[in-house]
């Protein structure tokens, strides 16, 4: 079992930056692929960015690269979205998940979700 504990959401404006942290506890913290996703009222959840188990495999959506750096820090069980140029398209919950298997993380695959947080990006 894993928890995972969403923290760094809040209104920001156009422009302007955020960064969320995703703290883990239970199983091995470095056995799991760790990957933000997001949801906005009436759309689907979508992967946002994905990193592997050793950090050497990152992805991004499209929406985000170059705006968006995920990272993690296997020695405090933590993850990371840093978040620039926010846009109010990027207004959503944000969802921290894990995911044991080999490979990159993907929404069918995922194994624990955090409880999300909003971000709310106003123009």
């Known amino acids: 079992q894993v928890q995972l504990v969403e923290s760094g959401g809040g209104l920001v404006q156009a422009g302007g930056s955020l960064r969320l942290s995703c703290a883990a506890s239970g199983r091995a913290f470095s056995t799991y692929a760790m990957g933000w996703f997001r949801q906005a009222p009436g759309k689907q959840r979508e992967l946002v960015a994905g990193?592997?188990?050793?950090?050497?495999?990152?992805n991004y959506a499209d929406s985000v690269k170059g705006r968006f750096t995920i990272s993690r820090d296997n020695a405090v069980n933590t993850v990371y979205l840093q978040m620039n140029s926010l846009k109010p398209e990027d207004t959503a919950v944000y969802y921290c998940?894990?995911?044991?298997?080999?490979?990159?993380?993907?929404?069918?695959?995922?194994?624990?979700w955090g409880q999300g947080t909003q971000v709310t990006v106003s123009s």
């Open positions: 998940a894990a995911d044991s298997r080999l490979g990159d993380i993907y929404l069918g695959g995922v194994d624990y």
């Open positions: 990193i592997n188990r050793s950090g050497g495999s990152i």
